[in-house]
């Protein structure tokens, strides 16, 4: 049975997989019957944006298993959909599936923001890539009228997670709006080395 992921609080980090390049007649209905031919698929999700109801040209599909969703990649990585090759990815876990440290201060920084965009449509949107971490996200609001100053944070657990944030999200529209997405720079220089 077809399930969305609205009613599915936790999603299995290790066992969900980035499908990016889909086309505008993709849905979640034909991702799960694509990749339900070569796993068993817990939960399919393709993030919309709430104004114009389209999607983003991606999506994420959750299976059982950590080893389900590797055979998938394997299998489904550049298998063509409407024309286009899929672009799978896994997402957020360490080597071997383990993160060796927690890597602190992948923290995103995003920008041009429409008024409308609130910290659940962003926590919606950037969950799919991995672990939200801190007190985020966080819009940054007007401290007399609480009006959104048209940017916020986004912290993850791991750099990854973040990379595959600002690959798929640099540009993309929330709310009609095309959204900046980057690294948030920490005024002491740490982590500086990673953006020449």
């Given at each position: 049975m077809f399930t969305s992921s609205q009613h599915v609080p936790e999603r299995n980090q290790d066992a969900t997989i980035y499908v990016g390049n889909i086309t505008d007649q993709c849905n979640e209905e034909l991702l799960w019957e694509l990749f339900v031919q070569v796993g068993p698929v817990v939960n399919v999700h393709i993030p919309k944006d709430k104004v114009t109801n389209q999607h983003q040209g991606f999506g994420f599909v959750e299976f059982r298993s950590e080893e389900?969703?590797?055979?998938?990649?394997?299998?489904?990585?550049?298998?063509?959909?409407?024309?286009?090759?899929?672009?799978?990815?896994?997402?957020?876990?360490?080597?071997?599936?383990?993160?060796?440290?927690?890597?602190?201060?992948?923290?995103?920084?995003?920008?041009?923001?429409?008024?409308?965009?609130?910290?659940?449509l962003l926590y919606d949107t950037f969950s799919a890539f991995g672990v939200i971490t801190g007190?985020?996200?966080?819009?940054?609001?007007?401290?007399?009228?609480?009006?959104?100053?048209?940017?916020?944070?986004?912290?993850?657990?791991?750099?990854?997670?973040?990379?595959?944030?600002?690959?798929?999200?640099?540009?993309q529209y929330l709310c009609g709006k095309p959204i900046s997405c980057q690294f948030a720079y920490k005024k002491d220089g740490t982590r500086g080395e990673r953006h020449g």
């Open positions: 389900d969703a590797e055979y998938a990649i394997k299998i489904m990585n550049m298998i063509k959909l409407h024309g286009q090759p899929l672009r799978l990815n896994k997402k957020a876990s360490g080597e071997g599936g383990f993160r060796q440290e927690f890597e602190v201060g992948a923290n995103l920084f995003i920008g041009n923001l429409d008024p409308e965009v609130d910290e659940k007190n985020t996200p966080k819009v940054m609001r007007d401290m007399d009228t609480q009006e959104s100053k048209g940017f916020a944070f986004v912290n993850f657990d791991c750099f990854e997670a973040a990379d595959m944030a600002i690959e798929a999200m640099e540009g």
